[in-house]
């Protein structure tokens, strides 16, 4: 059992900067890779970015490609989200999961998540 809590979130303006966490507890952090996934209201959760149990490999959304960072600290069993230059429309509730899934950004196949924190961007 794995258990996943994220911290964060929060309000800011558009073109603002945050820095997500989740912190895993139980079983071996290292043996799964992490995923970020968020959900906007009344929209369907969508795949954000995730990173590979080492941290050698990254895969991201077009939609935060080259403004949001995913890495992770497999000593303190944490993973990070930065996220630079926010839109309006990152706007959501994200989450991270714990899973070994393929493809990468399917989330029927991440094993474990957090309850989620929200983030809201100000125009």
């Known amino acids: 059992q794995v258990q996943l809590v994220e911290s964060g979130g929060g309000l800011v303006q558009a073109g603002g900067s945050l820095r997500l966490s989740c912190a895993a507890s139980g079983r071996s952090f290292s043996s799964y890779a992490m995923g970020w996934f968020r959900q906007a209201p009344g929209k369907e959760r969508e795949f954000v970015a995730a990173i590979s149990r080492s941290g050698g490999f990254t895969w991201y959304a077009d939609s935060v490609k080259g403004r949001f960072t995913i890495s992770r600290d497999n000593a303190k069993n944490t993973v990070h989200l930065q996220m630079n230059n926010l839109k309006p429309e990152d706007t959501a509730v994200y989450c991270c999961?714990?899973?070994?899934?393929?493809?990468?950004?399917?989330?029927?196949?991440?094993?474990?998540w957090g309850q989620g924190t929200q983030v809201t961007v100000s125009s």
């Open positions: 999961a714990a899973g070994n899934p393929v493809p990468i950004s399917r989330q029927g196949s991440y094993d474990y």
